[in-house]
């Protein structure tokens, strides 16, 4: 049995050193040199990096390296089956620019791999003050062998592909804002009136009035023009990208789900395709809170002795499906008696902007209900015939 701290080592013989009769058959050496790490739990912490990553192995007994390797899943398994054969391999990374694909990877060697969120690693002062590479993926190493990692949620390959699709539409929508601010900042700047109304801003009328408007200079209308063809640049991508997100959405694999929450009111299909290709699985949330916590609808509290402060929306939230529920609130009060009556009696005694709020929880928790219990929402009035 090894004590603590030891590790199995192959039995060698100097050339001093005699064998007795049964240590000189060859079958004795190859099963004495053999070693056999089974239902044993070798711990593997991985800093990241595009050029390499920084390893760090413990097993039951403590530390045993660190090093740096190529970036590349099979080198490690590689490593780990040869230093380490038949050990059961648990390896830990922080979330970021990486994505899931070295999590997806090393599943796929037969490793079990978690992706951890950087802001729930234990740290120490020491740590904050001395941070290397070397010293991040031992502290990954040495947290997930104490158990005190909470993994996050990996995605299907599948499922991450129509995610970035989704994501993508959303940042062109941003695009398109942008650029939409930035031409009538230049207008204003230059002092240019508009003679349209707010509602008439960026239809044909207008469109064609900015294409063919000269400004007094000839490279302030250059900038203009070229403000102008980005636009309709990222309006055609923008309308591709809107269509393949809506034949996503009849796809067998979404359309039962996408339907279902379509019968929510205020949702339609690209608020039903954000919301499903966000949250995946609403089962993994075990209540509205969780699910409330994780898109961020929550508020980050500080509490000393009897003071407490609040300092509003937490920053720690899923943005993309934060900002389209809250977009859906809005539509939902007008369509919805239910939510209509509760949110006149909160704007009695708050702003709109944090009544809002309230309403995107109770809109999520219709969300949620539907999606579970794979019923369309039924409304709690009967419409006047």
Known sequence: MLKKGAFPKIRTFS?????????????????????????????????????????????????????????????????????????QYHVVYESGCFGFWIAHQLQALGVHCIVTHPADV???????????????????????????????????????????????????????????????????FMGIPVPFDSKQHWSRQFMHWLQTLDLPQATATASLKAYLVLLEDTRNQLADLTRQVRQLARQPTYQPLVELLMSIPGVGPITSMVLIVELIDMHRFKNLDKLCGYVGLVPDIESTGQTTHVKGLTKRANTYVKHMIIEASWVAIAKDPALMSDYSKLIMRMKKQHAIIRMARKLLARVRFVWMHEKPYQHSYQPVS
């Open 15 to 87: 050339d001093n050193q005699t064998m007795n009769k049964s240590e000189e058959d060859p079958m004795y050496l190859q099963k004495v040199n053999k070693l056999d790490f089974t239902d044993q739990c070798i711990y593997v912490g991985l800093d990241v990096h595009k050029k390499n990553w920084k390893v760090a192995i413990y097993h039951d007994y403590g530390f045993y390296k660190s090093f740096s390797q190529d970036p590349d899943p099979k080198i490690l398994m590689q490593y780990l089956r040869r230093t380490f054969p038949g050990g």
């Open 122 to 188: 234990p740290t120490t002062d020491k740590q904050k003050r001395r941070k290397t590479d070397r010293v991040d993926a031992n502290k990954l190493a040495q947290e997930l062998r104490a158990g005190k990692l909470t993994p996050l949620y990996v995605p299907a390959i599948s499922a991450i592909s129509d995610r970035m699709l989704v994501r993508t539409r959303a940042k062109m929508v941003k695009n398109q804002t942008r650029l939409k601010n930035q031409i009538k900042s230049l207008l204003t």
